[in-house]
């Protein structure tokens, strides 16, 4: 091809019509971009294994492991199921579990999540027999063990705010009681990380820490963890105790409450949609943040890979990787396996 001069170049922008200035960058920012190496060598946002948490859905009985159809790859498992994926995620690399438990049977009082040999304390007892490494994180809510699927005492069809508290403090205590090694209300219960708190320093825990769902907003993202641990509201909605998704400075607000009241970790719930309100809070508290990668950020994602539409490893990477850049030290994700594999390699 002919090498064309400046005063040719310069003779057919006239020709044109229009005077077009020739540009020459001051400062190239491309130029850190040129090499793999170099991309590597100035990355800001690091995703760590460590920072993962990986749930558990635990069912009573033995040899269960029921697929979860909107979750690909998650399961129902009975204890001894959950037990060899307990081993695998712990050969990965992963050093923390988040179980959730699914009773046989349900009610207004919801027992089976405060009782001795309830399934998170048989799950929590047996983890820590096997793997006493892995840190255990219990959460701490009442909705599976509710007859009602809410997250409280329901009385005339209104949750109970105070009444709920005493049972929220139980729960706690049966679940440190048991070897978990944080535990994790996420009703929303106003009151209930200085309930929990004094429950668990009396009871002699107090050098268990407790990671609050500070901010958890009223989602359509839970959709499908509602099918995983059946906690469906047999009326009504959780607009009355979870955020309004519109709301920020009630956010912080929030988190301000539970640091006041004795959280060591807050949480936002979910995580992508809510990438300000990490930020937010990273500005405004140098305690750890989590974030919860929920299950309809999590099935979305496994969908349109599913179908072609996006690269699963790339996506999810890029979703982590935003959620740690606004500011969260721990991600509660689904994904956790799946990344702690791509990482190693």
Known sequence: MKETTTAERSQGRKASGFEIPRVTPDMR?????????????????????????????????????????????????????MLKEAEEVANLGLSSVLLFGIPQNKDSQATG?????????????????????????????????????????????????????????????????????????????????????EALNVNGFENVPIMAYSAKYASGLYGPFREAAESAPQFGDRTSY?????????????????????????????????????????????????AYNVSGEYSMVKAAAANGWIDEKRVVLECLTGITRAGADIIITYHAKDVASWLKN
């Open 29 to 81: 920012m491309r130029r850190l971009r040129s090499k793999a190496p170099l991309r590597a060598m100035i990355r800001e946002t690091h995703l760590r294994t460590e920072q993962l948490i990986y749930p558990f859905f635990v069912v009573e009985g033995k040899g269960i492991k029921t697929p979860i159809k909107s979750m690909p790859g998650i399961h129902q498992q009975s204890i001894d199921q």
């Open 113 to 197: 999540a405060w009782h001795e040999d309830g399934i998170v304390q048989q799950a929590t007892r047996e983890l820590k027999k096997r793997f006493p490494e892995l840190m255990v994180v219990a959460d701490t809510c009442l909705c599976e063990y509710m007859d009602h699927g809410h997250c409280g005492i329901v009385h005339d069809g209104t949750v109970l705010n105070d009444p709920s508290l005493e049972i929220l403090a139980r729960t706690s205590v049966s679940q440190a009681a048991a070897g978990a090694d944080i535990i994790a209300p996420s009703d929303m219960m106003d009151g209930r990380i200085a309930a929990i708190r």
């Open 242 to 290: 979870q955020m309004d998704p519109a709301n920020g400075r009630e956010a912080l607000r929030e988190i301000e409450l539970d640091i006041e009241e004795g959280a060591d970790i807050v949480m936002v719930k979910p995580a992508l949609p809510y990438l300000d309100i990490i930020s937010q809070a990273r500005a405004l508290t140098k305690l750890p943040i989590a």
